[in-house]
């Protein structure tokens, strides 16, 4: 019979004299540990308490964490372990002439500042600009400006505003083919000096323009939007006469053709980026939820009634579509200004 | 011998305002507001020299009507009203624009158009 083996593995060392620590040894080191890093980085455990969640452990990890971190707020050995590792996960090198003081100090920079015209008061709830009496109003734009032109006129012509009606038939802004529209925009401006300019164009677009570095750029990508936006910010600079009027640029009502569609969705975005700037003064007119929330329709809700608003074409509105966005308009436009007559 | 300064002068004046009355119908071409267009889209301005604007507006309205006879992006290859036109198109998949110049000896009839397609 043969006897059991120790399997006692410790007696290997001990049979040849090489133990040297002791089972209290051990937990001595982990004690002299945990001593340390109360001492270095009690204000962790603290901190690590105070981002858990309210419950039990969280009460506990705080019961520990607090007194070791007041202990580590009164010596300087969190500083020096931090510095002593600082080497492991050095800071960015951070440059005095980034910050933002330098940089604003500093002109003719490629960085535009953002002004305050950027910001539309009614938007983050400032105190909107005083109404201003609306003696002059320009109706522009392609063949979509027509019947708005002709149903503003109507409401506003018995309140003592001259409504110029300025339509372009066929026209665009990304062709220049019959009419350059910075062009034109300059000359309305001169010619009419309006207190307030309703824009409403689109219907003819997608042609190929010069992009950045004078390279033709085709519709309808990234390079087109851009450019179609450059030209939209530059007419609108010139509408907005260095804030002494107001502008309100209507988006494009969802065409019923798909290739019409997929420059009109490309045009709206343009006229987005291209208001930025100037969201106090150049208002952007959304179309899209009133006319086309779902796609194209020709038919909407009005006041309870089931009304056709858009022409045959499947792209313009016709006078039902046209009288529903003037009264929309003029609930814009009556935020920012008076009329000389009441109604 | 004053006389024939004065009938020299009077000649000399008579030529001057026959010239002048001459000039306009000889040089610069006229802006006329072109008809309504029959399709989808528009006569975008419409030209003359040596014809009237309603001669041209009949013109106008004979190439459009040729040119279509084949749809939409059709193109007229006869003389229509005895004139000879010639296109330059500019087209994207949603609509043509395109500038029209028609000939008949002197006259000329030049129109641009934006054709929905």
């Known amino acids: 019979m043969t006897q059991p083996t120790d399997d006692s593995l410790m007696n290997r060392f001990d049979e040849h004299g090489l133990r040297r620590f002791r089972a209290r040894d051990a937990i001595a080191s982990v004690l002299l540990a945990a001593v340390l890093l109360v001492l270095v980085e009690g204000a962790a455990i603290r901190r690590a308490g105070e981002q858990m969640n309210p419950g039990i452990g969280r009460d506990l990890v705080l019961l520990v964490g607090e007194p070791a971190g007041w202990l580590a707020d009164q010596l300087p050995l969190a500083g020096l372990a931090s510095d002593a590792t600082a ?73 003592g505003v001259d409504v110029v009606r300025d339509p372009h038939l066929g026209t665009g802004i990304s062709k220049s083919f019959t009419v350059d529209w910075g062009q034109l925009a300059a000359s309305q401006v001169r010619r009419h000096r309006p207190d307030a300019v309703v824009v409403f164009i689109g219907a003819n677009e997608g042609f190929p323009m010069p992009g950045a570095g004078g390279r033709e750029v085709e519709c309808c990508g990234a390079d087109w939007a851009a450019a179609y936006a450059t030209r939209v910010r530059q007419m609108a600079d010139t509408y907005r006469r260095d804030g002494a009027a107001r502008v309100y640029w209507i988006t494009l009502p969802t065409p019923r053709d798909p290739d019409r569609r997929r420059i009109g969705r490309v045009v709206n975005a343009a006229i987005a980026a291209a208001a930025a700037p100037w969201r106090a003064q150049v208002r952007v007119v959304d179309t899209v939820p009133t006319f086309t929330p779902d796609g194209y329709r020709d038919a909407i809700d009005v006041r309870g009634t089931r009304t056709i608003v858009r022409d045959a074409d499947g792209i313009h509105l016709n006078a039902a579509g046209a009288a529903l966005l003037a009264d929309d308009l003029l609930d814009r436009i009556e935020r920012d200004f008076v009329y000389e007559r009441g109604p | 011998m004053i006389h024939q300064i004065r009938l020299g002068g009077c000649l000399a004046a008579l030529c001057l305002a026959a010239i002048a009355a001459a000039a306009p119908a000889t040089a610069s071409a006229a802006s006329c507001s072109p008809p309504a267009y029959p399709g989808s889209g528009y006569f975008t301005s419409l030209k003359v020299s040596h014809v009237g604007c309603k001669s041209g507006r009949t013109v106008t309205l004979a190439h459009y009507r040729c040119r279509t006879e084949n749809g939409k992006k059709g193109r007229c290859k006869r003389r229509v009203r005895g004139y000879r036109c010639s296109e330059r198109r500019n087209s994207i998949p949603t609509e043509i624009n395109s500038r029209v110049t028609c000939k008949k000896g002197s006259q000329r009839v030049v129109y641009t158009y934006q054709q929905n397609t």
Do not use: N
């Not at chain 1, 015209?117 to 009614?122: G, I, K, L, Y």
């Open chain 1, 87 to 159: 080497w492991l996960s050095p800071d960015e090198e951070l440059a005095e002439a980034d910050s933002f003081d330098v940089a604003a100090q500093q002109t003719g920079g490629a960085l535009a500042p953002v002004t305050a015209a950027a910001f539309d008061p009614a938007e983050i709830g400032a105190e909107p600009e005083p109404r201003r009496p609306l003696g002059k109003l320009l109706v522009t734009g392609d063949s979509l400006s027509t019947p708005l032109d002709v149903q503003l006129a109507r409401r506003l012509s018995s309140r």
